[in-house]
């Protein structure tokens, strides 16, 4: 038989070590986290078993217990535990590279925006630490269950995910220094989620012309004074900019707003009265705190004076967060937000920080059951 494939030698392996039948290599493919590095479907066990047993590399023996009906159950012939040892040597001893996936995507960067690369490497970047979470959650149920080789095997691939993960921060970081602050790029990279799965990705550091309140956002005429002065600053600096030379050409940024309350009952009873929320619209990374000044006195025979000194210009540090596209009224989003916390927490992660919305839709000319709502929560790994 020519050389064994890796799922071929991953079940012989498995089968090496005690007579097995097929759904107890399922059971230790799991336990052992395997499944992080190795692609093995369940229905392919038992077609690889029927492969080496032709082979004459496994022999089997049919084995009843209680109600359950028989069940083969398979072990090494001597063929098998002579090619397996071989095999063993062979990929002990020689390196060889690992999935060109990731590489081949790598070699071809350029057929991507900086937006879309980023993108692509945060989830990358999330799915990974996810991943090791499970992985390190595996290995710590059964650490005192573990043989010396299944440890040495969760510590070398915990050891090669960590690395991988570290490689990627760092790569990440490069590239979103090198992205211009674009907000055509930063809208998709960042405001794009899917509406039928949360998405963890990292937030880097943005600023943002921001305004605090308290109160019913339906019926507060301070939070519609509010919402009025940040779109009348944003547009005011954006036609200034335009005017001067040598300026980027950019959009302005959707409505967003922070929501919290000192009692968080009053988000599960809807007494929007008992809110408090801060409103923001994010500024291109080049914008300056001059300019910010500058626009202010334009915008000042707009805005009533009170309201507009109550704006600042400040970086907001958001981080990790989870993040869902919700269609529709703003009343109903109630499941939804019960859905991004749960895939946080399932994935490992506790919640933090204060609720996020960003408005895409424009209430005025959109239909409730058309709107178009990014709800974000700011998240952090448990034990960190």
Known sequence: MKQLSSLEFVILSLVAECPVHGYQIEQMIENRGMRSWTDIGFSSIYHVLRKLQLAGILTSQSESSGDRPARNVFSLTTTGGDLLHTEVLDRLSTPRPH??????ALSCLPVLSNAEIISGLGEYHAALSIQIIE??????FQANQLEAHVKTLF??????MNSELAWVSTFLVQMENQMENDPKDLLKLFYSPSAKEPQ?????????LMIDGHGDPNTNV?????????????????????KASGTPEYKVFPLQGLWWAEDMN???TGDKSAWDWTMMIAQPAWITHQQIEQACKKAAAKVAAPTLQQVRFETYEEGTVVQLLHIGPYSAEGPNIARIHGYAIQHGYALSGKHHEIYLSDPRRSAPEKLKTIIRQPIRKIGV
């Open 99 to 104: 999935s060109v996936d990731f590489d081949l």
């Open 135 to 140: 992985v390190q959650h595996k290995q710590q």
């Open 155 to 160: 510590d070398h691939n915990l050891q090669a």
């Open 200 to 208: 963890i990705l990292d937030i880097p550091p943005m600023n943002f």
């Open 222 to 242: 301070e939070y519609q004074s509010a919402v009025s002065a940040l779109y009348t600053l944003s547009y005011t600096l954006k036609f200034e900019l335009k």
């Open 266 to 268: 009053s988000f599960i």
